[in-house]
């Protein structure tokens, strides 16, 4: 592993694949599935009032919905794992189709709430296995533009992060049963796209530099460890950003609406930036790539403590945090190649961080007060540039 820019290793190709893993409709397919699975996601939160007039909910009961889609979606990326290679690609897109729409109907049609959560649940398993499995397919499938068909991947993810709240705005609140039925119909024309999808599960090692990179000086555990870490902690900014953004800038004196607007900027700045990346991890090293982005979010936050500057530099947060995910699953497997469980462990301990952001935040902001939010991010977001340096240091090239 390497931080030379791309383009300087292909004068040492890999050797190419036997056959694509997508089929031109295949890949436009999962970028699709992507749109769905930002979109289910982003679904509970704006028809919670309409949970809570019809089930009778408080506001902490209807808050789990989306836990339990959490909850699932670890389920899913773990029991996924564990069949991935064992039976082929398209069963197990296939199969997480199908639990997405069947999930997204039952919640739909729910007669209690109980049997909503079990949906949602359901739903859950079948958005990680989703999201694990196309991943997992594409930091693998493409060569050295793996990174770059990665970012693109996940920036359709934000694509539907934006779509869902804006059809529950439109439609209202109370509508949202239909909305669900019409995303789990939305799932079923694209099990017709996985004829396109090689079934046989790609050796990884096909990436950047050849799966020349290795491990030096530090255990594979450690290693993986760190990663983890990384991920944990990115997951834990984004969310914590996206969560006390708009209560920080009314506490430094703006408006409502201009707090939720800027909030809205944020999520779709993390879009933009992860489609302007793509173009950039053809000549740049995902180590490149995600230090600049460490160090730009840091830098961000710290401008964000500053009330004229903070929902600009809030901005410059979603745009720089936009490409860690996407970029750091190439790296991860050219740099444990033989570990084949670190991309579901890593995806996994995202979710778990997302989950567990927002309490440990909330306890700190307790300690500390809402202005010193933009501060908290800060520190957290050092700790990813000082992990992304350690991983340096630790996956060099021979």
């Known amino acids: 592993m390497t931080d030379q820019p791309i383009a300087q290793l292909d004068s040492h190709p890999s050797p190419a694949s036997p056959a694509p893993i997508f089929s031109g409709a295949a890949v436009v397919a999962s970028c699709v599935g992507f749109v769905l699975i930002g979109a289910l996601q982003a679904l509970y939160g704006p028809a919670i009032p309409a949970f809570r007039g019809e089930f009778g909910l408080s506001p902490s009961a209807a808050g789990l919905g989306l836990s339990a889609h959490f909850v699932g979606g670890v389920v899913g990326v773990l029991l996924f794992d564990r069949l991935f290679g064992r039976v082929g690609n398209r069963l197990v897109l296939g199969s997480s189709y199908a639990l997405m729409a069947v999930g997204a109907a039952g919640f739909a049609l729910a007669p209690e709430w109980p049997a909503a959560l079990a949906a949602a649940l359901l739903a859950g398993v079948g958005f990680g296995g989703v999201d694990y499995g196309l991943n997992q397919l594409f930091a693998v499938g493409f060569g050295h533009r793996s990174t770059a068909m990665l970012n693109i991947l996940n920036a359709h993810f934000g694509i539907g992060a934006i779509l869902g709240p804006a059809l529950i705005g439109v439609v209202g609140s109370e509508h949202y049963p239909?909305?669900?039925?019409?995303?789990?119909?939305?799932?079923?024309?694209?099990?017709?796209?996985?004829?396109?999808?090689?079934?046989?599960?790609?050796?990884?090692?096909?990436?950047?530099?050849?799966?020349?990179?290795?491990?030096?000086?530090?255990?594979?555990?450690?290693?993986?460890?760190?990663?983890?870490?990384?991920y944990v902690l990115h997951v834990a900014v984004e969310a914590g950003v996206g969560g006390w953004e708009p209560t920080h800038l009314e506490t430094v004196g703006y408006?409502?609406?201009?707090?939720?607007?800027?909030?809205?900027?944020?999520?779709?700045?993390?879009?933009?930036?992860?489609?302007?990346?793509?173009?950039?991890?053809l000549r740049f090293s995902a180590q490149a790539i995600i230090t600049v982005s460490c160090a730009g979010m840091t830098v961000c936050l710290l401008a964000a403590s500053v009330p004229a500057l903070a929902p600009y530099a809030y901005a410059g947060v979603g745009l720089f945090i936009a490409p860690i995910f996407p970029t750091g699953l190439p790296w991860l497997n050219r740099a444990a190649p033989r570990a084949r469980r670190a991309g579901a462990v890593v995806i996994a301990a995202s979710m778990v961080g997302g989950v567990a952001a927002g309490p440990a935040l909330g306890k700190a902001i307790e300690w500390s007060g809402i202005r010193a939010v933009p501060l908290l991010l800060c520190g957290v977001s050092a700790m990813c540039l000082a992990a992304t340096l350690w991983l340096i240091r630790a996956t060099r090239s021979q």
């Open 178 to 230: 239909a909305v669900f039925l019409c995303f789990a119909l939305a799932n079923l024309p694209l099990l017709l796209c996985l004829r396109g999808v090689r079934n046989e599960v790609p050796v990884p090692g096909g990436g950047e530099g050849g799966g020349r990179g290795q491990v030096l000086g530090r255990s594979l555990g450690s290693v993986l460890g760190v990663f983890v870490a990384l």
């Open 255 to 281: 408006g409502a609406g201009v707090a939720a607007t800027a909030t809205s900027v944020y999520w779709l700045m993390m879009t933009v930036g992860r489609f302007l990346v793509a173009p950039l991890a």
